[in-house]
Nanobody
């Protein structure tokens, strides 16, 4: 059984920092493509950052230079380091795992990030 357990959300003032964590249980983490998505009220869910099993990363234009995605294969964990946070970063952030086309993908439960001005 595959589970994605998120943590690290909270409330922070604009300009502050926050670190999200996602622990992946029940699969071989090193072969899984990982990503962070977010969804603000009334908005579509959007890709924030991705980190493939091959080691490549990509970021939404809105977070480039401010957010960093990383992964620790030994701990089966993916992180999202968020710096210089803005009110528009306020959203529920979801961890996503894609183990490959022959397997279903998985979502974390979501963690709320609130950035106040």
């Amino acid at each position: 059984q595959v589970q994605l357990v998120e943590s690290g959300g909270g409330s922070v003032q604009a300009g502050g920092s926050l670190k999200l964590s996602c622990v992946v249980l029940g699969t071989i983490f090193s072969t899984v493509d990982m990503a962070w998505y977010r969804q603000a009220p009334g908005k579509q869910r959007e890709l924030v950052a991705g980190f493939t099993s091959g080691g490549s990363t990509n970021y939404a234009d809105s977070v480039k230079g401010r957010f960093t995605i990383s992964r620790d294969n030994a701990e089966n964990t993916v992180y999202l380091h968020m710096n210089s946070l803005k009110p528009e970063d306020t959203a529920v952030y979801y961890c996503h795992a894609d183990p490959g086309r022959f397997f279903p993908d998985y979502w974390g439960q979501g963690t709320q990030v609130i950035v106040s001005s």
